[in-house]
């Protein structure tokens, strides 16, 4: 999803001439391109569909700090620069893809630093084969800022890059459905680390077989959820607190 001309090029507008919104934004979106879309200005939100970007285009959104949110299906992106320019853009807080996407694309979602929520439903025939844990490497390095995790794959994928996944101490959010793979006992063990999730979804461990080990997984399963669900509860009874 993703490309700008060249990385030079890319760099040097990032510093010389970045767009800055103003607090009274109005309903026009900040580049007339942007009207082949919807531009929300209350809440910051673009989103678009069907749509082939330009070198210029990726730019103007690399370089505009108008959009909180970022909604893309099923685009066409020029060759270079992978989803690393949307990853750039100033004040960009959620990000939802749609579509197919390479395994080249989506290790660039390192690019993601600033980002809270990272939504991805990819397409079957994304990808040549099952995605593979170097295909993901970037997810496990992103900023302890993201919040929620979702991925819906059209192919199964390695069920040790799943596992990974249940690492992560900080998320508040994860989905995982489509294509999610039988994981070892051992594995499904890991998201009893998550203790810091308020919604949780997992597609596919129902399929195990073996009566006791499907019994097991199940009783984790109701524990990640009954625990998430006391987070979300605490959180909010907190937040009404301090409330006025």
């Known amino acids: ?5 060249t ?17 009274d934004l109005d309903e026009s979106p900040p580049f007339k ?19 082939r970007f330009t070198s210029s285009q990726m730019n103007d959104l690399a370089t505009s700090d108008c ?3 970022l909604i893309v299906k099923n685009c066409r992106f020029p060759e270079k620069g992978g989803l690393s320019l949307f990853g750039k853009m100033p004040g960009l807080k959620f990000f939802d893809f749609k579509g197919h996407l390479s395994t080249s694309a989506l290790q660039s979602i390192s ?11 990819l397409h079957v025939g994304s990808f040549a084969g099952k995605p593979t844990k170097a295909d993901f490497e970037a997810v ?8 929620s995790l979702s991925f819906v794959f059209g192919s199964q994928i390695d069920p040790d890059l799943l596992a990974d ?5 900080r998320l508040k959010h994860f989905y995982f459905g489509e294509g999610a793979p039988e994981l070892s006992i051992e594995q499904y063990e890991r998201l009893l680390l998550m203790d810091q999730l308020e919604s949780f979804e997992l597609d596919g461990w129902d399929q195990l077989s073996g009566k006791q080990d499907l019994e097991y997984v199940r009783q984790i399963i109701e524990v ?19 409330t006025p």
């Not at 999803?1 to 001309?5: D, E, T």
């Not at 496990?140 to 919040?147: A, D, I, P, Q």
């Open 1 to 5: 999803m993703i490309r700008l001309a």
């Open 7 to 23: 990385v030079l090029a890319f760099a040097i507008s990032m510093v010389s001439c970045t767009y800055t919104c103003s607090e």
């Open 33 to 51: 391109w942007m009207k082949k879309g919807r531009f929300n200005a209350a809440d910051r939100q673009f989103s678009i569909s069907n749509h």
């Open 67 to 69: 959009i909180h949110t």
């Open 111 to 121: 690019a993601f630093q600033d980002i809270e929520l990272l939504y991805f439903e």
């Open 140 to 147: 496990g390095v992103l900023n302890s800022k993201l919040r």
């Open 165 to 169: 996944f249940f690492k992560s101490e």
């Open 224 to 242: 990640v959820k009954n625990r998430a669900r006391r987070r979300k509860a605490s959180d909010r009874a907190k937040e009404e607190l301090r």
